[in-house]
């Protein structure tokens, strides 16, 4: 029998033994940066798909019942897809419509006795530009509340109680994108900049993998936001917690090197902390002391692990894992200074577009080689597993929210709900340093004339250095 390392390659983080460049401490089959203890099912491979080009699926009820003509692989873009069945036809013009569908067993962990305290979490690694899930038939709402989820850039899961899964179930997936320019697009194309040049073809639908997981129902979420003061060797963690029956609970956190192995070795550092908690979601921000704390940086990349428990008053447990590291950035007139050292800068522009992330590794090693320290994903959301890459190879990051290309109201708010997404998944990792919130004038080319962009991109960049003040934050400079 294969190993779950063996099921799923495609996931693991993996290098060529002549790319010698790090020991991987923290293997983790999901593309994040907290490992959870419970098993999941990978749902990529073979999916139904079928091109609504009418848009009538919704009035037809396709996800009631649909005869499919094609197959499609997930992940992989729409675009691709079209091209095997018309490869005469040009790419969509003004909108698609698109309609993805599979059955799955019901998974082995679903028994009820290993069933028991938990849910069942369905995560969609990426897909959009607007999404919605039917799971047999019942359209589904995302842990944030929405039928139709918004973005393409981060994942988005949806909670399943034990009940509403059958010995064989069927999900079908709806995804819609358009030309519109006040979407978050970086260099995709759209209705104000058209193909050719620097702007690409669009790339929509099945992003990244999907994969269906057992969760607790009291748990803490796999997102963890770091700050370090690096005088006083502290660290703030942020986690969120995802309550369903309100009461009284701890948090306990253990910080190990990341060669101890947390099964035979004491930590470095614990603590615990007693909440009452009502049901619902929410943020805790938790302060640990790590004696004798060393640095992260290009030079020593030094990660630390940590192990993560929320304990409700039946003694169960919710454990994640993950990796952090010390590091202090800031700008002192004309200089960076990381560390409270001054440090030079030099970078190099990154546009990995659909390179695979074997592919992206190969980039990134070679980046590091040439001497370079810094890299700055251009204006994209990239695949996740990237960010850990650079926490372990030493490679500052320059990370930017994919502008929209027409300046609006819409625009703004749009902006700003995926500024907010890739915060929430990106602010683990010390190799980010810098944010850019815009490129250039792109999404903001009345910047002169209209004093509500110029208002909403101060105020982000307010809000960017009180909230999450391990970033500098570039407002629309390119």
């Known amino acids: 029998m294969k190993s779950k390392a063996d099921r799923y390659l495609n996931y693991n983080l993996t290098k060529g033994r002549e790319e010698g460049y790090y020991d991987e401490e923290f293997v983790n089959p999901l593309p994040r ?10 749902l990529d491979g073979d999916w139904n ?3 609504d080009a009418e848009d009538k699926g919704l009035s037809e009820n396709w996800q009631i019942n649909h005869e499919y003509g094609h197959v499609a692989n997930w992940p992989g873009s729409v675009e691709s897809e079209l091209l095997k069945y018309q490869p005469d036809q040009p790419n969509w013009t003004e909108k698609v419509v698109v309609w993805y569908e599979r059955e799955f067993p019901l998974p082995s962990f679903a028994a009820k006795e290993e069933a028991e305290g938990s849910v069942f979490q369905l995560t969609f690694g990426a897909c959009g530009y607007e999404t919605r899930v039917w799971l047999n038939g019942i359209l589904l709402k995302t842990i944030e509340g929405e039928e139709v989820h918004i973005g393409e850039y981060t994942s988005f899961s949806y909670e399943l109680e034990p009940d509403v899964l059958q010995d064989i179930n069927r999900i079908t997936v709806r995804v819609a994108n358009s030309m519109d320019a006040d979407t978050t697009r970086g260099k995709q194309e759209s209705s104000v900049y058209k193909r050719g040049g620097i702007w690409y073809q669009t790339y929509s639908g ?30 703030r963690f942020s986690f969120t917690t995802r309550i369903h029956d309100p009461g009284n609970y701890q948090i306990r956190l253990q910080v190990f090197n ?16 007693d909440l009452t908690l009502e049901a619902g979601q929410k943020q805790q921000r938790l302060v640990i002391e790590v ?33 952090f590291g010390l590091r202090k950035i800031e700008a002192r007139g004309c200089c960076i200074y990381l560390n409270n050292k001054e440090t030079y800068l ?48 030493g490679l500052l990051l320059w990370v930017e929210v994919p502008s929209p290309h027409r300046s609006s109201s819409q625009s703004r708010l749009n902006h700003n ?9 990106i602010a683990t990792h010390p190799s980010v340093i810098i944010w850019s919130l815009y490129n250039e004038d792109w999404g903001a080319q009345d910047i002169a004339s209209n004093e509500d962009t110029r208002k909403y991109i101060v105020d982000t960049y307010h809000y960017m250095q009180l909230a999450f003040p391990q970033f500098l934050v570039v407002d629309n400079d390119g």
């Open 258 to 273: 990341r060669s101890q192995d947390p099964g035979a070795e004491q930590p470095i550092a614990q603590d615990s902390y």
């Open 33 to 42: 940066a907290v490992i959870r203890s419970k098993d999941f099912l990978l």
């Open 49 to 51: 798909f079928e091109l």
């Open 417 to 425: 709900a995926e500024l907010l997404r890739m915060l929430a998944l």
């Open 346 to 393: 030099d970078g190099i522009l990154y546009q990995p577009g659909i390179a695979s992330f074997e592919q992206i590794q190969k980039h990134m090693y070679a980046m590091k080689e040439l001497g370079c320290n810094l890299v700055r994903i251009h204006i994209a959301g990239v695949d996740p597993r990237i960010y850990n890459l650079a926490d372990e190879l």
């Open 206 to 235: 099945a992003v990244r993998s999907v994969w269906i997981e057992a969760v607790e129902r009291n748990r803490l979420r796999s997102r963890l936001g770091v700050v370090s003061v690096v005088e006083d060797e502290l660290v």
């Open 291 to 323: 004696p004798g704390a060393q640095l992260w940086s290009p030079e020593n990349p030094h990660l630390y692990r940590i192990i993560a428990e929320l304990v409700d008053q039946n003694g169960r447990v919710s454990k994640i894992e993950s990796h």
